[in-house]
């Protein structure tokens, strides 16, 4: 009897054992497959908010001038870029990948979501949205979260000689937020309040 007694002792400390050392494993390869999930996700918003700029700047970006672009048909060679336009176009892809808790050293009064508080207005949404949306807003309107670029390019052509055709490659940057605390092993910097952030890039081309 006390054998039996032993061994059932044994049997339960040995499982306890097992659960201890196990469980923390468990627990690491849960957080990392969630900080995997963030920054995927953070990528197909940033590869949205690159193709959401190459759209505006086809419209808003001047052409260049009829010597550098042979066979195109050009408009004033005096036009005035609307950066702006692609900039915040990217932007607003880019708010469902924001952080929602105010996060990011800008504050709850920032002043950066004026742009999307007016676009809210034009569209006869009320005033008073949801807090969540203007941290997101705050977000991806603070200094450096988001940077974009947009430029005109030739595009390759199947045989030489053919026409050169003008395309418009639009790039993102943006400073994914990291959540996860084994995140902050991957991040590239970090808020003014300690939020953990990783560069997220993406480069499309419209024409």
């Not at 692609?86 to 950066?112: E, I, K, T």
């Amino acid at each position: 009897m006390r054998s039996n007694s032993f061994r059932l002792k044994w049997r339960a400390g040995s499982v306890a054992l097992e659960g201890a050392l196990v469980l923390p494993v468990a627990l690491l390869l849960f957080a990392a497959a969630a900080q995997y999930h963030a920054f995927a996700s953070a990528r197909v918003f940033t590869e949205q908010a690159a193709y959401a700029a190459a759209q505006s700047a086809l419209v808003y970006l001047c052409p260049e001038p009829a010597e550098r672009s042979p066979g195109a048909v050009l408009g004033a060679l005096d036009c005035d870029d609307e950066a702006e336009r692609w900039r915040n176009a990217a932007r607003w892809a880019l708010v469902p990948a924001a952080p929602s808790s105010g996060q990011g050293g800008f504050g709850s009064d920032c002043d950066a979501s004026a742009p999307g508080s007016d676009a809210l207005a034009a569209a006869g949404l009320p005033g008073s949205y949801d807090p969540a949306l203007r941290n997101r807003l705050c977000y991806v309107h603070g200094a450096g979260t988001v940077e974009v670029e947009a430029v005109w390019i030739d595009t390759p052509t199947a045989r030489p000689g053919d026409p050169v055709f003008r395309a418009v490659r639009a790039t993102v940057r943006f400073q994914a937020p990291i959540t996860a605390p084994i995140g902050r092993l991957f991040s590239d910097g970090q808020h003014a309040d300690g939020l953990p952030w990783a560069w997220s890039t993406a480069e499309v081309v419209l024409s």
